[in-house]
């Protein structure tokens, strides 16, 4: 099928502001939005630049607006979107070069919730921790992310407020947080309840909506509300 | 622009960070990737891990190594199989200290699964022997090795492009040229100790589960600075890619009972396989698969798939320890995994090839293994060699942290024990001619063009089933397609993320890697595990138990051999 694909593009080599280029191209209906990318950059227009790298949904390169909604281009096939798509940057990083934004505030964000486990005990030797199925199911939702920003830069109070921490930095706690092994909860609990914090979020679910691995992102950022509340 | 480190490590998957984890803290060390860490191909690992914990039945590492051993038709080393199997356990309990979410037995043990060649008593039938994390194992241990690597603080450079390897006229390896993806500005790392964990090349296949950035960079690179690369003709294909996109989809979903069918509902694994069944390994399993197709037994309009049935698995199982892949085949199929069979082909998925390496990671250069010094490997990049001919499912996963920390370790204790040896003059000269002739060509050869020619015969002639006539007509496809290369010409002349640029790079990278297994493929004759010689159908141990190393020369690629290394097990015939 012809599809037309309208790619707001900036070359900060060449360009003073960002511009729409539309292209045309023949895809099939069951090729992901990627391979109308592809299509471009390799037979029309080379200069066409984003990221990409599974081409299947797990590496979290390729999050874009697409038709005004942020989406992994790998994971969204033509014929669920239609034969026009408007492709756009995610919003609230600075833009490098059409596609590609700055991801370095998102990784700095995502470091300082101390992403890793935190056990002030020496673990037994020559076997695991222990841990009960029920206990490992608390947090099975959270180690999902993909840390590809979908969520983030969904988020209208990211986009206003440069202070907020943003969702997958909550999803990312979260993931430790409720982690029967680590010790670590309480110091990012303190963090998640600054004025930077989980109280920033108004619920909207645009996080939820977003993420291509379905995790339930409005969920966790209230349970660890829940947990600032009642301690639980 | 010129940085000083004790060592670096080239790549952040498996490998890569495993070593960076090793090095932090005790050494000035540094991570140089391509990508942002958690892009790595690592993450779409799937089914587990292999570890002879003996968690939910009896198992033992020597099983394991036998497995191994027999899995990789007899062509590992079995000094390296040894360790492979032994330190499995130790370094699966170690991510488990680190963090690693694993799935849990009721009594909070890691739990494991079946999988493909992994047997009880030396192949009494299968054993539970991976341990896993529902079907993103590799996307945990990606994730928390690089959560380690955070609290340690690990210096990274994200996006950064390796274009080149340093080494001096004494033979020693001391840095690397890199170029920023940013900016396009060309540094100069020098460091006493190279650790490369830059991974595979299944992208110069049409169909195959690898990333786009999974190029040979490192392999390609060495290559040309006339290091060996050994056994490069093994390349496997897994049995279960989705139909046409060929996206992974694990077999662990054997591991949890799924079983292959023909177009006739027929469980055609029963007849080659009596034993394991569907969990046979890879390079059977795969061979059986297109023989089906070719005797017109596959599904759809063209015949051409064999499907995976999951609808059997009790209720719950595919939520519980299969998600992804669900989530895959109903994203990219329409299909309900529940109540409809999927449609799968094989799809390239791992070469067993690489920089040959000792058990330490050190790269090796000759028959004799002599060391080249400051140069390391570890992962896909690497042939330590302990996958042979036909790596066994899981154990590439092994293969990561068990010699991703050896390399590690040892090159704390190179760096301990060498000076920094100064740089040859105009170190960076190589790689910024490579890229300034690229980009001065204004007309020329479309990249993409090459690269689907690649693919497309690569598959036809160089896949599941080889003939020496496909083979030689390959060879000759490929040095045509390497002239073509040479006049390449790219849209983007701008320095600024110029992924034009590195596309050009990788294709020429895919190229060396597809030269050196057609000649390592039309060299052997014999089939042995993943290489299979339709002209030449059985293995030969008297002329062939050997490993091929490839060199680049002046008069074209030289092949020369070196022994495989035999301890515990005698080769025998290969029976599931």
Known sequence: MQVTVKVLRFNPELDSKPHYETYTVEQEPSDRVLDALNTIKWHIDGTLTYRRSCAHGVCGSDAMRINGRNRLACKLLIKDVGSTITIEPILGFEVIKDLV????PFFDSYKRIKPYLINHDAPPVGRERLQSPEDRERFDDTTKCILCACCTTSCP????????????????????????????????????????????CRTIFNCTDACPRGIKVTLAIEQVKRTLLTGE | ?????????????????????????????????KLYPPRSHTGAAQGGIAAALGNVEEDHWVWHMFDTVKGGDYLVDQDAAEVLAREAIDAVIEMEHMGLPFNRTPEGKIDQRRFGGHTRNFGEGPVRRACYSADRTG???????????????????????????????????NGVVAMEVLTGEIHVFHAKAIILATGGYGRAFQVT?????????????????????????????????????????????RGEGGILRNADGERFMERYAPTLKDLAPRDMVSRFIWQEIREGRGGGPNKDYVTLDLTHLPPGALEAKLPDITDFVETYLGIDPHVEPIPIQPTAHYAMGGLPTDVEGRVTIDEENTILPGLYAAGEV??????????????????LVVFGRRAGRHALQYIAENELAPLPPEPEYRGRAEVANIMERTTGENV???????????????????????????????????????HVAINDKGSVFNMDLLEALELGYLLDCSEALVAGAVAREESRGAHMREDFPDRDDTNWLKHTLAYRTSGGLQMRYKPVVLTRFEPKERKY
């Not at chain 2, 480190?5 to 540094?30: E, F, N």
């Not at chain 2, 945990?140 to 996006?159: G, P």
């Not at chain 2, 060699?385 to 092994?398: E, I, K, Q």
Request: charged residues 25%; proline residues 1%; contains cysteine.
């Open chain 1, 101 to 104: 934004v700055d991801m370095e």
């Open chain 1, 157 to 200: 109070i990211v986009w206003t407020n440069e202070e907020y921490v943003g969702p997958a930095t909550i999803v990312q706690g979260h993931r430790f947080i409720y982690d029967s092994r680590d010790q670590g909860g309480q110091e990012r609990l303190n963090m998640l309840n600054e004025r930077s914090g989980v109280w920033r």
């Open chain 2, 1 to 33: 622009m010129y940085h000083r480190y004790d060592a670096l490590v080239i790549g952040a998957g498996g490998a890569g960070l495993m070593a960076a984890a090793q090095l932090a803290g005790k050494c000035k060390s540094a991570v140089i990737s």
């Open chain 2, 139 to 173: 996307h945990m241990i990606l994730y928390t090795l690089y959560q380690t690597c955070i609290k340690h603080d690990v210096e990274f450079f994200d996006e950064f492009h390796l274009l080149d390897l340093i080494l001096t006229d004494d033979g020693i390896c």
């Open chain 2, 209 to 253: 589960s690898n990333a786009m950035a999974a190029t040979g960079d490192g392999m390609s690179i060495a290559f040309r600075r006339g290091i060996p690369l050994e056994d490069m003709e093994f390349y496997q294909f897994h049995p279960t890619g989705i139909y046409r996109k060929g996206i992974l989809l694990t077999e662990g979903a």
């Open chain 2, 382 to 399: 690497a042939c330590v060699s302990v996958h042979g001919a036909n790596r066994l499912g899981t154990n590439s996963l092994v293969d």
């Open chain 2, 448 to 486: 993409a063009d090459i690269r689907q020619d690649l693919q497309v015969q690569m598959m036809d002639k160089a896949s599941v089933f080889r003939t020496g006539e496909g083979l030689r007509e390959i060879e000759r496809i490929v040095r045509e397609l390497k002239d073509r290369f040479h």
